[in-house]
């Protein structure tokens, strides 16, 4: 089926069969690996990435269902060679060790900082629920996101 | 997952000309698509719900909340609306799953899907919400009937819920790694009598523990829930055996009818 898509800001005319996943879409006709596939039971979080801005498991989406939606994954979201914020502070937290899980972990820490730009300790624990690290321990992961919303205040 | 037809009606007409034997509605997709990644089922072709507008949103009507079934379960947590009539539903909306698992899982897909550790059941049944489909209405009394059954027709569609105004809390232990309950319950006060029901915990899915609502309706103050006798047969899994979910039942019991007596 003929679709039309938006990715990281680009508009993409794809066509897919209706088995296909969001995430085999964006990985193999994209090519854009950054997004990861962790697991088959859509529990993991390496998949996420933002559709219309909210963060979402894109191995639990059906590519044909994005017809005419917005998408962006982990590839979007620096400036150039500028990190987004919540980049930056993955990077000077040390908030990843493998860095399989830090594809999903940005995208959703990037989401939950878009809705609540203060998050206590434990809203940034509860909201990475569906997030799971298998190195990290999640302690830098956490400071990490700390890091990004007080680098965020301080600009905006 | 096996290959398949995909159609994306835009009204609820079209979905129901649709809609039958193999051909499967498609909702937030967080249980479905997993069960078709699995290969655990082979429909010919997926309705996707998504383009539906009716099916979405919340208002107000008649001292009752109405949800659409397509709407979200982050857009239930965060409605001031839910909030405000059914506090309840407001909590349990918010800890299903994960944030991911929120901003696409619907109501409509949790309560057509039945499944034993899922918690909208539980507030369902308490509230005895009205279950409105294409073709009728059905108590949450009628409707769920085991282990992922439910008085579904294979060609029926929940179009909306309504849920009486009432105040009520929920609470459950979770399974970790998904976010499921081991025991969950929800408690209100409906015209005055307390109604409860349990999930995760009974192997014919969802109940009302009927003990403890005789003990609570006679005396408001009652917590000994461990004396309370409680029925049905619990699940026994590889995160909990049978005397410890019955343990959990009775805690969280416990605790969510203390919340409720503080609201
Ligand atoms: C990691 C993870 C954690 C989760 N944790 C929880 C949790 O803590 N608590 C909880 O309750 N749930 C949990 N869930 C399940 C989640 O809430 C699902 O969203 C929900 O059970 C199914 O809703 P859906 O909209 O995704 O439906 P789908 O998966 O799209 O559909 C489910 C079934 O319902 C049918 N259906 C869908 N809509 C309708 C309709 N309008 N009329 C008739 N039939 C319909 C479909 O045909 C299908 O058979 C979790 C899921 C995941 C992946
Ligand atoms: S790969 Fe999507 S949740 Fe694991
Ligand atoms: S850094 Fe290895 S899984 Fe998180």
Known sequence: ?156 | MYDFDYAKPQSLQEAQDLVGEDKKLLAGGQTYLPTLRQRLAMPEMLIDLNAIDVLKGICEADARVSIGAMTRHAEVAASALVQKMVPGLATLAGGIGDPAVRHRGTLGGSLANNDPSACYPAAALALNATIHTSKRSLEANDFFQGLFTTALDEDEIISHVTFPAAPCAYMKFKQPASGFALAGVFVCRLEGSFRLAVTGAGQDGVFRWSQAEDALNADASFRDFKALELEPDMIEDMHADADYRRNLVQVATQRVVQALAQL
Not at chain 1, 9 to 21: E, F, K, Y
Not at chain 1, 79 to 106: I, K, N, Y
């Open chain 1, 1 to 156: 089926m003929q679709i039309t898509v938006t990715v990281n800001g680009q508009p993409h005319s794809v066509d897919v069969a209706p088995n296909r996943l969001l995430v085999d879409l964006l990985r193999e006709d994209l090519k854009l690996t950054g997004t990861h596939l962790g697991c088959d039971t859509s529990q993991c979080g390496a998949c996420m990435v933002l559709l219309n801005g909210d963060a979402v498991k894109s191995c639990t989406l059906l590519a044909v269902q994005l017809d005419g939606a917005s998408v962006t994954t982990i590839e979007g979201l620096a400036d150039g060679e500028t990190l987004s914020p919540v980049q930056e502070a993955f990077r000077d937290a040390h908030g990843l060790q493998c860095g399989f899980c830090t594809p999903g972990m940005v995208i959703s820490i990037t989401d939950l900082l878009a809705k609540n730009p203060h998050p206590s300790e434990d809203e940034i624990r509860h909201w990475l629920e569906g997030n799971i690290c298998r190195c990290t321990g999640y302690q830098n992961i956490v400071k990490a996101a700390q890091l990004a919303a007080t680098k965020q205040a301080a600009s905006a």
